[in-house]
């Protein structure tokens, strides 16, 4: 029998496990010490985390999702973004062991010969969870630590670059790559790397020639099989963006023919195909083999893809309805490539802007395209300004179709016309009543859903589903039953349902709108039956001739507004001309006329000389006066008129200095003065009320009613100073004896206050029911007649963004606020002006203008008002007179409605603005 006790105390075996265990607790600088730690350094703790690295870069390519219709990255990175706090990255078991082992490696193995490598690994592991920040400070250490080693120094200083390109900070990056590249030079091997870091950074500058060159080496030393493939397709994509389409094919063959992952061989495919048409010419072959791809199961996935690029095939081509047809295919059949699908719908969007000039279209597929890409996405600002800005011309649309189907029912005869209410507010089930088109039907707006019809109609009925107060309240129902109570916010639908599915809803005229509640103000048909729904709409209707002229002014000002836009903001003079003649051959003799003709004038010009030349001259014959036919007369004349609104203005400042000053005589001759210089400027019933308040102040008050006279005679139209006039002068009629025995008309009785009336209670009053109190102001207000009754709820819509600091909810109390732009100026006259017109157009309703003043504005807010109608009422009308209430330049200044507990929020401009932009999400 054998005896196997000896073996177990096997002199060698001990020895190793002593040895072992010296190196793992001895930390001392013995060349045996340091042979022990460079052998556990190496392969316990190196080795190891190679190893998690390697496996954690596979799971990276199996999930990394490449966008195709961009140049890749050479890496698989995340997108460039600015991270500069010191924040930790996302748990990841693999990258924190990594972290972990090389940690040990400096604590434990300080004299081994790898304490570089483990700094490295702390940089890569930091890297790869996205503290980009912390591993750029290792990668730097390393660099400076070991810059003897010129491998070592190379690759951090390249991974450091990686970094800061991570953290945004290109400049930094670029000197980095420039020593990194002065290094190499001297390197045989391993340069593949830092080749391709370099690539990548001419990429981000649009060099696209230069990155070209750095791939094709890089290409050529690069070790990992995978990276070759990318950086091959990456090069394909740089050749075929400089037109070098030769190449990019030769490359995208290679990619196709390699051991490419599946997605990448596709595209690599797609764009090989694409590429042979283009160098061929034979682009009907180009399409039949891209859609031969469908036929192929493996591509099932891909279907929206291919029809995307065939719509690029017919895009280029010129043919646009084709390509339009297939984006629209693309969105159908995508159900998982959310990018793709974005892309889809915003080549659908910039079809309709700049070829189709169908903005409303282009609106309605901008949308869709900003609810889905990543707010990385080249000019995805510009996209999302563009989007909103369109939203403008929706607005005007709906008004001309909602005016124009109240006018048609207004026009037919009663019984015909209750019918045809009736009829309106009644729609069968599923089913939408038809207009025909007339030649009013707008303007390349095919898919607008109620056009013009004020012309004879034939089969009459209507389309224009928001003025419909029934379809409406069924489709509330509908909708609630279908989807429950979701929140009015953007985008509720995205989880739901996608945005292709929005989008043909929207095209066919029912889609539900967030915004919009019934004509009852509720969810249901139930506290507002059908009768009572058909007498609202039947009273509402233009019957009457001012009721008519103000429909047809709604008309004029939106045709107008939207023409405007069209040459102003969009820089399309043909679409403008368009809508212009248009307008002025439904509303020859409309208010805008001047301003139209100066705008067909300069817009042929250059185009047609003899329609320009006729233009010019309607202006100058017909008004002369204007400042358009003084532009045309004088090119200089808007930068005249501007310095002299500027004199004039601060003019009229030193003239009120001389006021508060008590300088009677100065303001009096300064008066004269200003108004025999410039007898027509705006502020010449301001500057002649400054005159009559001196001359009361130093005269009996015969002079003054003479001076409150001229002001009545001279300014008869003036909203501002003339309705305060007329009431001063009902005052003093009422009290001509007591005026009569004064030594002067006007008594101080507090010298802060600027103040014509007697001294009046001080007491604060509750806020009331904004009333207008003379026919002049209440010119500006809305055509619904104003009441004492308390306005219907207006329910505002939720807030887009919950984490906003404002609120849209109801308050009891709403100021009007105007900011200032400008903390350095005096506001003095500009507060007097409010005062003045707040007198003299609202004297029972007890309103106060006060000022705050923050770090950079200057806030004047007018309170209060109980409710947002009853603000709005008074915003309607002293918007159109701000111009010559504020003393200070137009641009400094905006004003705007918000309830108290808002105000209380606004401490900065940032503020400011976060409201103006809250203001326009939710009060559209």
Sequence with gaps: MKKYTNKAFNPLFLCIA?????????????????????????YNYIYNSNVLLTEYNEGLLQTYVDNYERILPVYLDPEPKVKLVLTPGAP????????????????????????????????????????????????????????????????????????????????????????????????????????????????????????????????????DKQLRIRWQYILAQLQESENDLQNAFINYTKVENSNAPFEM????????????????????DEEKALLALLKDDKNFDYTDQIYYQVGELFSKEGNYVKAEENYKKAIQKSTGNESQKALSYLKVADLNFREFKNYVNAKIYYDSAVVILPKNFPDYDNIVKKAENLQYLTDRFIIIAKEDTAQMIAKLPEAEREEKVKAYLSPKAGELVNVAPTKDQS??????????????????????????????????ADFKKRWGNRPLEDNWRQSQRSSAQ????????????????????????????QTSLEKKFLDSLPL?????????QKIIDAYFEIASFYQQELNDKAEANKIYLELLRRYPDNNHLAAIYYSLHLNFKGVDENRSNEYRQLVLTRFPESKFAKTILDPSYSVKQEQLENTVINNYNTVFDAYVKKDYQSVIRQ????????????????????????VGRTSKVDALITEFAKITAFYPDDMVITPLVRDHLKYIEANLAEFQQRPVALIDFDPNAIRFLAQENTAPTAAKPLKPENKAAAVEQPATPVTTEKPEEVKPVVPVNPSSVFSAAKSNEYYYVIDVADVTLTLSSSRFGIGQFNRGNYPDNDLAHKLVELDNDQLIYVTSFIDLEDAKLYESSITGQLKNIMKVPENLYKGFIISKENFEKLTSRQRINEYLEFLNDNYK
Excluded at 146 to 153: A, E, G, I, R, V
Excluded at 453 to 471: E, R, S
Excluded at 671 to 694: E, G, S
């Design 544 to 552: 009457t001739p001012a009721l008519l002229a103000k429909s047809d």
């Design 92 to 223: 990841n078991k693999n990258l924190d062991e990594v972290i972990t082992k090389g940690q040990t490696i400096i604590n434990e193995k300080s004299f081994s010969n790898y304490i570089d490598d483990s700094y490295m690994l702390l940089g890569k592991a930091n890297y790869l969870k996205g503290n980009y920040f912390i591993a750029s400070e290792y990668f730097d250490y390393t660099a400076k630590t070991y810059k003897s080693d010129l491998k070592t120094f190379v690759m951090a200083m390249n991974w450091k670059a990686r970094s800061q390109m991570q953290l945004n900070n290109m400049s930094v990056a670029d000197k980095i790559i420039d020593t990194m590249l002065r290094a190499a030079d001297d390197l045989k091997r391993d340069i593949a790397a830092p080749l391709a870091t370099t690539a990548q950074m001419r990429i981000y500058q649009k060099r696209n020639k230069e990155a070209i060159m750095l791939l094709e080496n890089a290409i050529r030393l690069a070790d």
């Design 502 to 529: 929005e989008t043909n809803q929207v095209l066919a005229g029912g889609n539900v709108a967030t915004a919009i509640t019934p004509a009852n103000g509720t969810d249901t048909q139930a506290s507002d039956d």
């Design 443 to 476: 303007l390349n707006n095919p898919a607008f859903p109620g056009q013009s019809l004020n012309a004879p109609q034939t089969g009459a009925g209507n389309t224009f589903y928001f003025n419909n107060n029934a379809a409406i309240s069924n489709g509330f």
């Design 18 to 42: 002593l040895f072992f265990v010296y190196g793992c607790v001895a930390n001392k600088d013995t060349a045996l010490d340091r042979r022990f730690q460079n052998l556990t350094a190496r």
């Design 265 to 284: 061989y596709f595209h690599a495919n797609l764009q090989r195909i694409k590429l042979r048409a283009l160098i061929s010419g034979y682009k009907v």
């Design 671 to 694: 008066v004269n003065d200003n108004i025999d210089a410039f007898p027509n400027n705006n502020l010449a019933p301001q500057y002649a009320y400054l005159r009559a308040i001196a």
